[in-house]
């Protein structure tokens, strides 16, 4: 009698509850599930070996050494994320590895949140929250904590794509008939018709945007964008939001212009390193709000990016199309 060798998975994290039964539930694989926090990389370098399919998170470095390792029966990398910089697309490119991915499921609770940072920012909802648990709240005044009002404003988009575009449409509400929205990226996007908005040099943005969002993929052009350079061209009001990854702003340079008063107000998901430490320089500016990269930390949202990871990965394992895959090209 043959004995039948269940494809081996590994899970680097715990799924949200539906999508983690869901995974569990089938007897057809051998799953290898690390259920603490992140995985330390030498234990990914472990468990690695020998899996037919491996299920991800941005909080993992897919990089050539974990593919070597993994070994030439390896089928399928399936990441519980939209961004896939985190993992080399090189090492699956030569071995013909496809890579799952889960778009636009997540687009609507990261571009909600955007907007939140935004009136964050705009409102100084991060001053008036403190103050009120502070005792800082006094009296109500006139001149006391003032913000500023998105009507008549120039909205700034760099990467104007599923995220990007889900925040120009709830923003454009808020702008009136005399705002306008702009952005800035690689191609022309004839969705940018669905809210007027018009594409202009990267240069042109930062010089005219009163708030600036950043929703670009993280690559080697975008790495760094945002340096002490491109902050001193800013308007000195501006309010800058970054959803997309940490590194596409040079962290020490905008420190430095936080310093010197450059920027108005900022409000960030993502850092670089995550978590940042309660001691960063950042975090001593009372216009600058953190978030702990929480743009698709919705129930639906988790739930429905870790079901089509495991839709990608049983696809990868049969060898079968993926519903969602990255264009490796
Ligand atoms: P998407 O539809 O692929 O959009 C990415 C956009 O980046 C595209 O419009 C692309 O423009 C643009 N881009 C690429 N290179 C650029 C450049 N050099 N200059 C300006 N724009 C550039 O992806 P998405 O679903 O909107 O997600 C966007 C990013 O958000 C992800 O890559 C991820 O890193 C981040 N994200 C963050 C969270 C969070 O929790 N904060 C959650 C999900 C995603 P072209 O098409 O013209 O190249």
Redesign the pocket.
């Known amino acids: 009698m043959s004995v039948q060798i269940k494809p081996r998975i590994l899970l680097t994290q715990t799924l949200p509850e539906v999508a983690q039964k869901r995974i569990e539930s089938f007897d057809d694989i051998e799953l290898i599930h690390w259920k603490d926090n992140v995985i330390p990389h030498s234990e990914l370098l472990k468990l690695v070996k020998g899996v037919d399919g491996l299920i991800c998170m941005i909080t993992n470095k897919i990089d050539e050494e974990v593919i070597e390792t993994a070994g030439d029966q390896l089928k399928v990398v399936s990441t519980m ?3 896939y ?1 985190h993992v080399s697309i090189p090492a699956l490119k030569s071995r013909s590895i496809p890579l799952g991915y889960t ?1 636009d499921v ?2 609507d609770a ?1 571009a909600d ?1 955007a907007v939140l940072l935004v009136l964050t920012a705009a409102r100084r909802l991060r001053e008036g929250i403190s103050a009120v648990y502070n005792g800082d709240w006094k009296v109500w005044c006139p001149t006391w904590l003032l913000g500023c009002q998105l009507t008549d404003k120039t909205i700034g988009i ?7 575009l889900g925040t120009a449409k709830r923003l454009k509400p808020f702008l009136g008939s005399n705002g306008r929205i702009i952005y ?4 022309m ?1 004839k969705e940018a018709e669905e809210v007027d908005a018009k594409k202009v040099e ?1 240069d042109v943005l930062i010089k005219e945007a009163d708030v600036v969002i950043i ?5 080697e ?2 790495r760094g ?1 945002f340096d002490y350079g491109v902050f001193k061209k800013m308007k000195n009001s501006v309010i800058l939001v970054n ?3 940490g590194s596409v702003i040079n962290q020490p340079d905008l420190v430095r212009a936080l310093s010197e008063n450059r920027l108005g107000a900022v409000a960030l ?2 850092t670089t390193p995550e978590p940042l430490s309660p001691d960063d320089p950042l975090l001593k500016f009372k216009n600058v709000t953190v978030m702990p ?4 930390a919705t129930v639906e949202a988790r739930t429905a990016m870790a079901n089509i990871a495991i839709d990608n990965l049983l696809a990868g394992i049969k060898g079968e199309k993926l519903p969602y895959r990255v264009e490796l090209d």
Do not use: N, Q, W, Y
């Open positions: 994320s939209v961004g910089d778009p997540l687009t990261v949140l760099i990467g104007l794509g599923r995220i990007g800035a990226g690689r191609t996007k990267f929703s670009c993929s993280l690559t052009e975008t964008m959803i997309a990854r998901d993502v990269h929480l743009g698709s």
